[in-house]
């Protein structure tokens, strides 16, 4: 069984920065995605980043394309979202999320796993 567990959400002003963790319990064996996603209020929940696994290609939203960047450490046991030139925009609950092969990564119909999800909210 893997279980995520996030940190790194607060508050932060427009223009800011912040760095998301997504520690990993567990092991994937195999081809794995790591996504990003969050749910601003009122919104439906939306995929922002994925990382792939092995390998650290990336893929994201063009609403945080080059201002947000999704990485892992060496030993793959913790997830990073680190977010830059923040907006009001992006406010909301962010949470990592996995599933098992590099299909479909970005839905969150087939995710296998949550984090819990930290809130992140950019004031101006």
């Known amino acids: 069984q893997v279980q995520l567990v996030e940190s790194g959400g607060g508050p932060v002003q427009t223009g800011g920065s912040l760095r998301l963790s997504c520690q990993v319990y567990?092991?994937?064996?195999?081809?794995?995605?790591m996504g990003w996603f969050r749910q601003a209020p009122g919104k439906e929940r939306e995929n922002v980043a994925i990382?792939?696994?092995?390998?650290?290609?990336?893929d994201y939203a063009d609403s945080v394309k080059g201002r947000f960047t999704a990485s892992q450490n060496t030993a793959r046991t913790t997830w990073y979202l680190q977010m830059n030139s923040l907006k009001v925009d992006d406010t909301g609950t962010y949470y990592c999320?996995?599933?098992?092969?590099?299909?479909?990564?970005?839905?969150?119909?087939?995710?296998?796993?949550w984090g819990q999800g930290t809130q992140v909210t950019v004031s101006s």
């Open positions: 999320a996995a599933h098992v092969g590099w299909q479909n990564c970005t839905r969150q119909d087939v995710v296998n796993y």
């Open positions: 990382i792939y696994s092995p390998g650290e290609a990336t």
């Open positions: 567990g092991y994937f064996y195999g081809l794995y995605c």
